[in-house]
C-alpha cells in the first residue's frame, strides 16, 4: 500500500524567511510519481510539480524548488523568500504508473497549512 | 493549459433533492476524470475513477446509488448527487487526466460546495 506523510499540520513564517515543507512517502512500487499541489483558501488545486521516480534532479521554479531523495523517501519543498501570497495548503501526493490499470490514482498526504505573516 | 471547470461552484438544497455537479476538462480530452469528496481542514478523500464510455469505478465505503457518477465524453464527467441529506454536504472536487505529455499528471476543477439544508 501507498502512504504520503507530512508530518508538519501547520507552518507560520514572516515574509521574506525560507521555509521547507516535508514529504516522505512509501510504496512499493518502483516506477511512480510524485506531486506538489497548493491549495489556496479558495479551495482550488493548482499543480506545482511532478516528479518520476528515476529523476532525481532537484528542479527549481522561480522561489520554489524541490528536493527529491530516494534513498530517503523524501520529496521536500522550498520556498524562498515566502510572500504573504504563498499562504495555503500544501498537499504532497504520490501516484502508481499506469501498469496495473491504477489510472494514475493519487494518495494525498495530510497537507501542510503554511501561513506567511506580513 | 490543462484547464478543467466545475459547474456550479457552490450550491445550497433542501434535504431530499438532487444535485448535479459537471466537471469539464476545457483545452484537453480528459481520459480519466476523478471524483474527491473534501472534509473541512482534511485531506482529498477519492470518491471514484471514471473513463470516459465505462462505469465508474467507486472507493471502498462510498454508495454508487448515492453519487451517481457519468462519463459521458472526453471532457465532460457529471457527479449527481442523489436524494442528498445535510451529511452530503462537502467541497466537491473533481480532477482530470489526458495524453501526451500530461498523461501522468490530474489536474484539477476549483471544486463545488455543496451544503444540504
Known amino acids: 500500500a501507498q502512504k504520503v506523510t507530512q508530518a508538519q499540520t501547520e507552518i507560520s513564517v514572516v515574509e521574506k524567511e525560507d521555509v521547507t515543507l516535508d514529504c516522505v512517502y512509501e510504496?512499493?512500487?518502483?516506477?511512480?510519481?510524485l506531486f506538489w499541489y497548493k491549495q489556496p483558501p479558495s479551495g482550488e488545486l493548482v499543480f506545482l510539480i511532478r516528479?518520476?521516480?528515476?529523476?532525481?534532479q532537484n528542479e527549481i521554479s522561480g522561489r520554489y524548488s524541490w528536493n527529491f531523495q530516494k534513498s530517503t523517501s523524501s520529496f521536500n519543498f522550498t520556498i524562498t523568500a515566502s510572500q504573504v501570497v504563498d499562504s495555503a495548503v500544501y498537499f504532497c501526493?504520490?501516484?502508481?504508473?499506469?501498469?496495473?490499470?491504477?489510472?494514475?490514482?493519487?494518495?494525498f498526504g495530510k497537507g501542510t497549512l503554511l501561513t506567511v505573516n506580513p | 493549459g490543462a484547464v478543467v471547470s466545475q459547474h456550479p461552484s457552490r450550491v445550497i438544497c433542501k434535504s431530499g433533492t438532487s444535485v448535479k455537479i459537471e466537471c469539464r476538462s476545457l483545452?484537453?480530452?480528459?481520459?480519466?476524470m476523478f471524483w474527491y469528496r473534501q472534509f473541512p481542514k482534511q485531506s482529498l478523500m477519492l470518491m471514484a475513477t471514471?473513463?470516459?464510455?465505462?462505469?465508474?469505478?467507486?472507493e471502498q465505503g462510498v454508495e454508487k446509488d448515492k453519487f451517481l457518477i457519468n462519463h459521458a465524453s472526453l471532457t465532460l464527467s457529471t457527479l449527481t448527487v442523489t436524494s442528498a441529506h445535510p451529511e452530503d454536504s462537502s467541497f466537491y472536487i473533481c480532477?482530470?487526466?489526458?495524453?501526451?505529455?500530461?498523461?501522468?499528471?490530474?489536474?484539477f476543477g476549483p471544486g463545488t460546495r455543496l451544503t444540504v439544508l
Open positions: 471514471s473513463n470516459e464510455g465505462s462505469k465508474a469505478t467507486y
Open positions: 516528479r518520476n521516480s528515476f529523476d532525481e
Open positions: 501526493a504520490l501516484s502508481e504508473a499506469e501498469s496495473g490499470g491504477s489510472n494514475y490514482k493519487l494518495t
Open positions: 483545452d484537453f480530452q480528459a481520459t480519466t
Open positions: 510504496t512499493r512500487d518502483t516506477t511512480y510519481y
Open positions: 480532477s482530470a487526466r489526458g495524453g501526451g505529455w500530461i498523461v501522468d499528471t490530474q489536474y
